[in-house]
């Protein structure tokens, strides 16, 4: 079988899984499997065994094959690597703050500077592709670098509020599972996404597909990080209410629907 043929092959088995065939998905991540060992071996030396941070591993890489969408242009690894890790951190996070390798921290420093560097010469942000081939290494390592340098939250650390009432990180998690995140989960999204703006699509994509903090997003759409903020909340409020109308129009569920 030709190099080409087989990445057909893949492409057409990765679209299986995400059209609902459990044996594709299943046949799909035994081939996928380097990428959770690629993520597992970054936490060598913490004293979790490398068999139990792989099982935990899988379950990211199972999510990352129900949820991926071809529509945006992302490559599989490049999706997969950031649900990976955020199981495995989810997993050990009862037992401190995660310690980063020093290579780790390196890497995260040389594709800051790069990445500052290619802004002022390309006049916008570079893609992770883009910052992978100029550093001559892989865009999953380029995601893994940049998501291991996400600062860290007690779940129970008290936060202010405007009316001085008492809330802790767990309870602003606990609301946004239920109503943002269950939203970004249960959609049909490239329907939805076509009754946005081009803007509010780029920040739905940059935010829950490409894992953009809202100041990256800010800084590449050249505004602040309040207004992203308040556009973010006025786009799930608007996709909330389409959801919302289908449902009284009695539309089923969409695909990958919690309910």
């Known amino acids: ?5 087989a990445r057909q092959k893949r492409e057409a088995l990765l679209a299986a899984a995400v059209a609902g065939d459990p044996g594709a998905r299943d046949e799909f991540a035994g081939l996928n499997l380097s990428l959770v060992w690629s993520v597992v071996k970054r936490f060598g030396g913490r004293g979790y ?18 949820k991926f969408d071809f529509s945006f242009g992302v490559k599989f690894s490049t999706y997969a690597v950031p649900m990976i890790l955020g199981e ?20 995260n420093l040389r594709i800051k500077v790069r990445t500052q560097e290619m802004t002022k010469e390309l006049m916008r942000e570079p893609t992770v592709s883009e910052i992978a081939k100029s550093l ?3 865009e999953e390592d380029v995601v893994l670098a940049l998501s291991s340098a996400q600062p860290y939250e ?11 009432s008492e809330l802790t990180l767990e309870d602003t998690l606990r609301d946004q599972t239920d109503q943002e995140g269950e939203i970004i989960d249960r959609l049909q999204i490239r329907e939805l996404l076509k009754k946005l703006t081009p803007r509010e699509q780029t920040i739905i994509i940059m935010r829950y597909y490409k894992f953009k903090t809202q100041a990256e997003i800010a800084a590449s759409l050249g505004i602040s990080q309040v207004q992203v903020s308040r556009l973010e909340k006025k786009i799930l409020k608007t996709l909330r209410a389409e959801l919302s109308d289908g449902a009284e129009a009695g539309e089923p569920p969409p695909k990958g629907s919690l309910a």
Request: proline fraction near 0%; glycine fraction near 10%; hydrophobic fraction near 35%.
């Open 1 to 5: 079988m030709t190099e080409e043929n």
């Open 49 to 66: 065994e490398s068999e139990d941070l792989f099982q935990v591993g899988c379950i990211g890489l199972i999510k990352s094959i129900e």
């Open 88 to 107: 495995i951190k989810r997993y050990i996070r009862d037992d401190g703050m995660i310690k980063v390798s020093r290579g780790l921290k390196e890497l």
């Open 136 to 138: 001559a290494i892989s």
């Open 154 to 164: 007690s779940i129970n650390a008290g936060i202010h509020t405007g009316d001085h």
